[in-house]
């Protein structure tokens, strides 16, 4: 049986959000699916709607969104967005229209565990997935 030593290390996509023409949210999904192991089609819409969930909330509450990193290792998938806005994101509220601020209770319903973590004069927003492959 091998040990965790001769685990290849975790995969990694990185999608640059920055710059003259971020890329639109639906070339951030199509390569976040490219990406992403053979998994059920249930678990990649779960992942697909964590990865539109952080995205747009960086685009839209983020002053400028950075990066996405999706990283898949052992069963477990992370996805990552970091963006400039020194704001904490809130559960159930929105500051721009009263039919949106449901996505995060969505992302933390669907994840393991969620959260922010803030350096370097930005901050990065994360949720993890337990994968099926």
């Known amino acids: 049986m091998p040990d965790e030593g001769d685990q290849p290390p975790p995969a990694s996509l990185v999608v640059a959000l920055a710059g003259p023409r971020p890329p639109a949210l639906a070339e951030v999904r199509r390569q976040a699916v490219d990406f992403l192991p053979p998994l059920s089609d249930d678990k990649v819409?779960?992942?697909?709607?964590v990865v539109t969930e952080l995205v747009s909330n960086a685009y839209d509450h983020g002053e400028r969104a950075?990066?996405?990193?999706?990283?898949?290792?052992?069963?477990?998938?992370?996805?990552?967005?970091?963006?400039?806005?020194?704001?904490?994101?809130?559960?159930?509220?929105?500051?721009?229209?009263?039919y949106r601020g449901h996505g995060l209770l969505m992302v933390e319903n669907l994840c393991k565990d969620w959260?922010?973590?803030?350096?370097?004069?930005?901050?990065?927003?994360?949720a993890v997935l337990i994968g099926d492959y």
């Open 45 to 49: 819409n779960d992942v697909l709607l």
């Open 115 to 126: 959260g922010v973590a803030q350096r370097d004069g930005h901050k990065t927003v994360w």
């Open 66 to 98: 950075l990066a996405l990193r999706v990283t898949c290792g052992r069963q477990v998938i992370r996805v990552e967005v970091d963006d400039v806005s020194p704001r904490l994101p809130t559960l159930g509220r929105s500051s721009i229209g009263r």
